[in-house]
């Protein structure tokens, strides 16, 4: 039976009454942990999610990346949950075995709450949020050998009831933790975080600078409807883990590291006190697909690299550098690209938001958005060349990006014209023009470009209107970058080397 009668011996009599009991408390503690938490790193299944993503063998994750796309990291995460069920359920039993043994149902209850807190613990390094994980399968427990008592005696009724129950019992522990905002950790770390607010006093003048940038670009982009903006409004995110690393600016470090005159470590402070530059980045994934949407653009607040570099004065046998993070993402690279690179701390007027590296993330112009470590801890110049955390999946992404022109606004105006447009990039080589075709590519026309915003390494947006004379038009738009080079017209997909190729689009009138 699962729920125990305390008046007679008080044991797990059937396997199937031990197995739900198991069930039960492994759903409660995961549900009391994600309640307390979040999504956060202080999740219990977030340790066993992204230790699943840095051991995931490279054919399945590239596998997983290309077919599932960014839904790859959330498998891993159905499966970290599903383990934490497991491992909670299993210990528990155990755990009630004992406490029956030793002294009842409150011995029981109180080992399965210590117990569940200390797993929760040592996976998170979160003691106060681990509450959560332990209090409710503790009290799954209590639940069910006590106020659940069961007396029925058809088993097939019987059965279903407490299932009914302990479903009851479990929604009712989430219930009540939820009603206990207060237990809630900030789930935005920038916001949460007193270190964040005094910015703006040490680096005078930061916040207007970055409101008239801002308000440049806001002047300088098309007024096409539909567009996306200069300045993107919902900034592309690609990580390897479905849970961000919750990473604190006080305690966060930066060291640069291996072949340098003089190793050294920064904090917080170190880096946005020395001379910032607020830079429009545009930054696009190697993954993006050729007419896809993971490319956006920000204003970034930075500490260019070369003022570390002034300080450490590298010496690297494989002109070759390694990036490492919180998440355990790593990236290697020429040193040559590193030079222009910047240590971005704000983002668009704002802390750098938690999902985009926070406190600090690496900007590398003109590279695949990869390269732009988020979480940054480490800076390494290295003896050898190592592989990089994508490459080593079968990716090449810590090159310079290919040239696109993507079509994603089609407006139908007044007098029966059509309005096109969409976003053209070719990293720091800049865009000179934007052509477009109405007739399946005989003949092409300049489109409309935006005046560029400042900066080495930004997207420009393109429109153009025509007047439809057929039905459909099979419409093709290919940019020419900054050096006059036109983008190849062959179509190739994002793995490995990222999607290039001229977008084309039949367009009805
Ligand atoms: N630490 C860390 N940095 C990372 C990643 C990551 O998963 N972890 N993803 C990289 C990839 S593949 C891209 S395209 C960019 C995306 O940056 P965004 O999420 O801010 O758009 O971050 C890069 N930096
Ligand atoms: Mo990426």
Request: glycine share 10%; hydrophobic share 40%; net charge positive.
């Amino acid at each position: 039976m699962i729920l125990l009668p305390i008046t007679e011996g008080m044991k797990l009599d059937s396997k199937r009454s031990t197995g739900g009991l198991a069930v039960l408390t492994g759903i409660s503690g995961v549900v009391g942990s994600y309640v307390v938490t979040g999504l956060t790193a202080s999740f219990i299944a977030s340790p066993i999610e992204s230790a699943l993503a840095r051991r995931m063998p490279g054919m399945i994750l590239t596998f997983a990346i290309s077919t599932l796309g960014n839904r790859a990291q959330w498998t891993n995460l159905v499966l970290a949950i599903s383990l934490s069920v497991i491992l909670l359920g299993g210990l528990t039993i155990g755990v009630v075995l004992v406490g029956m043994k030793i002294d009842g149902v409150i011995a029981a209850m109180g080992l399965t709450i210590i117990v569940s807190w200390t797993v929760s613990y040592l996976l998170t390094e979160a003691p106060v949020a681990a509450i959560g994980t332990g209090l409710a399968p503790g009290l799954v427990v209590i639940l069910h050998m006590t106020v659940l008592n069961d007396t029925d005696t058809e088993a097939v009724s019987s059965a279903r009831r407490r299932i009914i129950k302990g479903g009851i019992a479990t929604i009712a522990t989430g219930g009540a933790y939820t009603l206990i905002p207060s237990l809630r950790f900030p789930r935005d770390e920038s916001n949460g975080d007193p270190t964040s607010k005094n910015l703006t006093t040490d680096n005078g003048g930061v916040e207007t600078i970055e409101q008239e940038l801002l308000s440049v670009a806001k002047k300088r982009s098309l007024e096409v409807e539909n567009l996306a903006p200069l300045v993107s409004r919902d900034f592309y995110e690609v990580d390897i883990n479905a849970i961000n690393p919750t990473v604190k600016r006080r305690s966060w470090t930066l060291s640069v590291t291996g072949k340098v005159g003089q190793e050294k470590t920064y904090g917080f402070q170190d880096i946005s006190r020395m001379p910032s530059e607020q830079r429009f980045e545009t930054l696009r994934c190697v993954g993006d697909p050729l007419n896809g949407k993971k490319m956006d653009t920000a204003l970034w607040t930075t500490t260019p690299i070369s003022e570390l570099l002034y300080q450490v004065k590298p010496t690297s046998d494989c002109s070759c550098v390694v990036l490492r993070a919180v998440d355990g993402y790593y990236e290697e690279f020429p040193i040559s690209a590193l030079r222009n690179g910047a240590l971005a701390y704000r983002m668009n007027g704002g802390p750098l938001p938690p999902k985009h590296g926070y406190p600090v993330r690496a900007l590398i112009p003109g590279h695949w958005g990869e390269i732009s470590v988020k979480w940054l801890t480490e800076i390494e110049f290295l003896r050898r060349e190592i592989t990089g955390y994508w490459e080593k999946r079968g990716w090449h992404g810590t090159g310079p990006v290919t040239t696109v022109a993507k079509l994603h606004v089609v407006n139908h105006l007044e007098g029966n014209r059509v309005q096109i447009g969409g976003h053209a990039y070719a990293g720091t080589r800049g865009i000179m023009r934007v052509e477009v075709s109405i007739d399946g590519g005989k003949s092409w026309t300049d489109a409309q470009l935006n005046e560029p915003l400042p900066g080495i390494d930004v997207w420009r947006q393109w429109s153009y209107t025509f007047q439809p004379r057929r039905e459909k038009h099979r419409v093709v738009v290919r940019a020419v970058d900054g050096d006059g080079t036109l983008q190849p017209k062959e179509p190739s997909s994002a793995i490995p080397d990222g999607a290039s190729g001229w977008v084309n689009r039949m367009i009805r009138r």
